[in-house]
Structure formats: C-alpha cells, structure tokens
C-alpha cells in the first residue's frame, strides 16, 4: 500500500486547520528510509484545549470519528474512517519524549505530496519505542538503528 496520498491528506488537513503534530512511529522511520510497514499514523500534538478544538475540524475534514480508547488514562485520540479503514492516532504523551517543543525542535520538515509534514528524528523514534518498551516496537528497534547508521555513514 503506498500511503503517500494518505500522509498527503494528512498533512494537507493538518495544515488547513493550523494543527501542530509531528509524525512518529513506524509511519515517520519509513520517510527516514526505514525498511518498515505499517497500517497508521501516529502524531504527537500538544493536548490544549485550542488543539483538541483544531483535531475536531480536522476529524470532521476527513469525515472520520475520534475515539478514545482506554488503557489506562491513555492521553489518545484516535481517528478512524471506516471507507478506508484510515487509523490515525494524536498522542499528548509519548514514551521517552519529554515535550512537544524538543521533538519538534530535533524534527524535520519533509515534503509529501507538495505538503510540509514536521517528522520525528530517527533518533527520536527510536528513543521513544526502547521507552515503550513493547514487543512490537522492541522487534523494529535493531531495523531502525541499522537504517539510523546507514544514514550517519552516507551523510
């Protein structure tokens, strides 16, 4: 599946309604080089009142439903659309990262589909999924440190 048009969409709406999010996760190491898959798209965003306001519009934009699920007091807002089965999570908290404003200041502006998509350092990523400490992110781990040294050697 080639989830350019969708980040593209996501970035698009994300910039029409001014919502601040930076891409992590598996979605942002693919856009670093990564060799791996995934079936959404992760975002950290500060969790105001004024941006749960903005993911609103921007659910409503993609004619999608925000849920939120429980484990335990979890600080997410998933967006779901059921034609295509779109997944898209708006995190408040990440493992590992302590605020919005360092991840953004580490993270990069990338361009997709003609769009700006702010998206988290492969350092980041990485730092974030040892912190979760889950086995789905800890079988990725040694993918994304390879990519991560391939980048340092080539650059």
Known sequence: MDAAPLLT??????QE???????IGNAAAALHGAPVTTVDFDFFFRKTPANI???KCVAASLNAMILRPYYPASDLFRLVRDEDSLQVDFMGTIHGVKSMAA???????ME???VSLQVASLADIIRSKRAANRPRDKAVIEILEKTADEKKGSG
């Open 9 to 14: 969409l996501l970035a698009r709406t994300l």
């Open 112 to 114: 997709i589909g003609g």
């Open 103 to 109: 991840l953004r200041s580490r993270s990069i502006k």
């Open 17 to 23: 309604h001014s919502l601040e999010a930076v891409l």
């Open 53 to 55: 306001r903005k993911l």
